[in-house]
């Protein structure tokens, strides 16, 4: 067991602060990772201020981060993908049991004993998972990923969670060349969204709350972009679109999004506000339209959307920020005031 610097939030109201968490000695299938940036993603504010506590309590001190993009360090005797200096990612996923049917099927996202990357228990240290606020990481090869050399670092974090999480989604959903879809929220996930339903061929429109959003939309890829809070636009749309991504964090009338849906068309909520959304059975029955869910991706999933990132020069748009900064970027990212994801200069931690 070695030491390692971290952020940490000893409380859902305390701020994230320095701290010191124990990484642990590399067994012979470990990769270990110096790591170069961690995005903010929204899940981490939920965790670290405990609003999934009904289910997902938090465990303190908690140090998030699952968008990890660094540099591999020191590799196990019995690692083969991985060398000393390779580019290295991790998500939200660190370890499964690898044996039941999900993970056979490569969703170990849904595997009964996933462990993710950070408020998991730890099976190799006890306590729980410390996630990539942190200068270091140790990770079993299976669950780190590969990273295309072609692409801007600080950017390539965030494909981790916000990426996989908008890409898994959007392939599943077959075809869309030349379908109307819908991105709903233009935050980090949102944002992703759009370049990816973008580059499968979509017509993207999408849904913000935030007027001064309209023009990133649109240079991120959207061919429209409908304000929600305005009752005539939202009517003029009634009912046109073949699919539509919900990234919304917070509470919201998902029927206003479900009549925007054609016959037998489909909303996947992404989004995890922490309190149940209101869902009129009305809004399904006419038009015989469908909702659904979906929960990050699998490891093989999340390497095949890297590599379509770095074939198509895909990366998310951030915001770069010392870790000093980490406080006053979640006071923005609940405000919905990012461009369009934060992603934290880990060398910042050296300072510390
Ligand atoms: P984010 O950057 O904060 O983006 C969320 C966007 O939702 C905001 O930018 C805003 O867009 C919109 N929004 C926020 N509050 C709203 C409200 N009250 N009413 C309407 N729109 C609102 O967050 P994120 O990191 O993209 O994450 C989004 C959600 O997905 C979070 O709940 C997160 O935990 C969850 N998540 C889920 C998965 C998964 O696997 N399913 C993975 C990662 C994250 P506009 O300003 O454009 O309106
Ligand atoms: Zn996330």
Known sequence: MHNAKAYAAASATSPLASHTIPRRDLTDRDVQIEILYCGICHSDLHTVRDEWSSIMPTTYPCVPGHEIVGRVTTVGAEVTNFKPGDLAGIGCLVDSDRTCPHCQADFEQFCRNAIFTYNSPDKHL???TYGGYSESIVVDEKFVLRIPGNLDLAGVAPLLCAGITTYSPIRRWGDIKGKKVGVVGLGGLG???VKFARAFG?????FTTSPKKKEDALRLGAHEVIISTNADDMKQHAGTFHFVLDTIAADHDINAYINMLGRDGTITLVGAPETPLQLSAFALLFGRKSISGSLIGGIKETQEMLD???EHNITADVEVIPIQ???EAYERLA????????????ASLKAV
């Open 308 to 310: 379509f990132c770095g």
């Open 335 to 346: 405000k919905s005031d990012v461009k369009y994801r934060f992603s934290i200069d880990m």
């Open 126 to 128: 006890g306590g729980i």
């Open 202 to 206: 979509a017509n993207v429109v999408v």
């Open 191 to 193: 944002h992703m969204g």
């Open 325 to 327: 900064k980490v406080n």
